[in-house]
């Protein structure tokens, strides 16, 4: 019942920066979003996390680089990335961990399909 679409993906030169939004559609309340990301062969790795009243978590790998936030009124996350680095390249995604949708319904664990962000020279 939730939808979330991931956009602001791309190809990016090293130091370069790039914002991330994920949009989420067919709800009314959502208490905690992160974006992970996923490289080739390798296992799904949780990124950041805002929750409702705005606090973050970030990995250590983007730390001091990334910054996550949220827009309630407009049912949007976004994450923005600076000073890119190979190693970032993967597929992002985000997920709602619970949500509630118009008549009340809770959602669990809903994800979006994903955007690609390659950094090379």
């Known amino acids: 019942q939730v939808q979330l679409v991931e956009s602001g993906g791309g190809l990016v030169q090293p130091g370069g920066s790039l914002r991330l939004s994920c949009a989420a559609s067919?709800?009314?309340?959502?208490?905690?979003i992160s974006w992970y990301r996923q490289a080739p062969g390798k296992q799904r790795k949780l990124v950041a996390t805002?929750?409702?009243?705005?606090?973050?978590y970030y990995s250590d790998s983007v730390k001091g680089r990334f910054t996550i936030s949220r827009d309630n009124a407009k049912n949007t996350v976004y994450l923005q990335m600076n000073s890119l680095k190979p190693e970032d390249t993967a597929v992002y995604y985000c997920?709602?961990?619970?949500?509630?949708?118009?008549?009340?319904?809770?959602?669990?664990?809903?994800w979006g399909q994903g955007t690609q962000v390659t950094v090379s020279s």
């Open positions: 997920n709602s961990d619970r949500a509630v949708v118009p008549g009340g319904t809770l959602v669990y664990d809903s």
């Open positions: 805002i929750s409702s009243r705005q606090d973050t």
């Open positions: 067919n709800v009314v309340y959502v208490s905690t």
